[in-house]
């Protein structure tokens, strides 16, 4: 009898803890949530408020008070944005000069890595830890000689200056040289003894292999130069050259800041890299998964 009752007592004990332990993990993951969505919020009620703000007249976007709705909806930002504006123009400009920098910064990015990754020679860890040094200097200290260099060569305000100096990205070598590791020798030595060249190597073997670390630095590497405005600010000089970053800036002079063609310009280049995304979402994210294990 006195057994029975210790049983009882030693289950009820159990499922006691069982239960504390599940309620302390669900507290836990509420509590995640929570911090998540706050997150989330302060994230995109900026965004939203520069949304509402394109479709308001220009004398209700700084009106008092927030919102939700805005009770005068107009297109006319969008009208005075396309009629006094080149904004066609900059979006070609940053989506042509984007794709050439991305396309050519991942065929480099992927040779460079796959050279440090795959061959052994004198100076190679001395090669690898100088482009990984060279990620600590930043781009303010190298304006004035690569401006010097440029103008030399007649190359400001054309697209060869403003994408050249920006192709040799050291993040991008050190990713590819990671994700190049992984990939198996073996595979490439007994391509080599059944006598395909070193290019063919690369090419039809380690390029194919390394497609979802590609992806997800091409996204990388496109969000971060259709981003950037100091560079094409220093390189371009006329509007027709400028592409969305410096065309948006130029509309908040000091005198007369133009904020509804700022709101309603920003949220049009936004679009693309929100349908981009979408397309490219699962791609992106196995490919970030993938390289998350890389060797070190």
């Given at each position: 009898?006195?057994?029975?009752?210790?049983?009882?007592?030693?289950?009820?004990?159990?499922?006691?803890?069982?239960?504390?332990?599940?309620?302390?993990?669900?507290?836990?993951?509420v509590l995640v949530?929570?911090?998540?969505?706050?997150?989330?919020?302060?994230?995109?009620?900026?965004?939203?408020?520069?949304?509402?703000?394109?479709?308001?007249?220009?004398?209700?976007?700084?009106?008092?008070?927030?919102?939700?709705?805005?009770?005068?909806?107009?297109?006319?930002?969008?009208?005075?944005?396309?009629?006094?504006?080149?904004?066609?123009?900059?979006?070609?400009?940053?989506?042509?000069?984007?794709?050439?920098?991305?396309?050519?910064?991942?065929?480099?990015?992927?040779?460079?890595?796959?050279?440090?990754?795959?061959?052994?020679?004198?100076?190679?860890?001395?090669?690898?830890?100088?482009?990984?040094?060279?990620?600590?200097?930043?781009?303010?200290?190298?304006?004035?000689?690569?401006?010097?260099?440029?103008?030399?060569?007649?190359?400001?305000?054309?697209?060869?200056?403003?994408?050249?100096?920006?192709?040799?990205?050291?993040?991008?070598?050190?990713?590819?040289?990671?994700?190049?590791?992984?990939?198996?020798?073996?595979?490439?030595?007994?391509?080599?003894?059944?006598?395909?060249?070193?290019?063919?190597?690369?090419?039809?073997?380690?390029?194919?292999?390394?497609k979802p670390a590609?992806?997800?630095?091409?996204?990388?590497?496109?969000?971060?130069?259709?981003?950037?405005?100091?560079?094409?600010?220093?390189?371009?000089?006329?509007?027709?050259?400028?592409?969305?970053?410096?065309?948006?800036?130029?509309?908040?002079?000091?005198?007369?800041?133009?904020?509804?063609?700022?709101?309603?310009?920003?949220?049009?280049?936004?679009?693309?890299?929100?349908?981009?995304?979408?397309?490219?979402?699962?791609?992106?994210?196995?490919?970030?998964?993938?390289?998350?294990?890389?060797?070190?």
């Open positions: 009898m006195s057994k029975a009752i210790s049983l009882q007592r030693i289950q009820a004990a159990a499922r006691s803890s069982f239960s504390w332990r599940k309620g302390k993990l669900l507290a836990g993951q949530g929570i911090l998540f969505l706050a997150l989330s919020l302060a994230f995109l009620i900026p965004f939203y408020w520069m949304v509402i703000s394109s479709f308001k007249p220009v004398e209700d976007i700084f009106s008092l008070g927030f919102q939700l709705i805005p009770k005068r909806v107009t297109l006319a930002a969008y009208s005075e944005l396309f009629a006094t504006k080149p904004y066609l123009r900059w979006f070609w400009n940053t989506l042509f000069m984007t794709a050439m920098h991305t396309v050519a910064t991942l065929l480099i990015a992927a040779m460079a890595g796959y050279a440090l990754a795959k061959y052994r020679f004198r100076g190679a860890n001395a090669v690898f830890l100088t482009i990984l040094a060279s990620t600590m200097i930043p781009l303010h200290l190298k304006l004035i000689p690569l401006f010097l260099t440029l103008n030399a060569y007649r190359l400001i305000n054309t697209y060869t200056g403003v994408v050249l100096p920006t192709l040799a990205n050291s993040f991008a070598v050190f990713f590819m040289r990671q994700f190049m590791l992984s990939i198996d020798s073996d595979l490439l030595d007994a391509a080599r003894i059944d006598g395909a060249s070193e290019f063919r190597l690369f090419w039809n073997i380690a390029l194919p292999l390394s590609l992806s997800a630095l091409g996204v990388l590497v496109a969000l971060g130069f259709w981003n950037d405005l100091l560079w094409p600010l220093v390189v371009t000089r006329t509007p027709d050259m400028f592409p969305l970053s410096v065309g948006l800036a130029s509309l908040t002079s000091t005198y007369r800041p133009q904020y509804h063609l700022l709101m309603s310009g920003s949220f049009l280049s936004v679009l693309p890299i929100i349908v981009a995304y979408s397309f490219a979402r699962r791609t992106f994210t196995r490919g970030l998964a993938i390289s998350s294990g890389l060797k070190g």
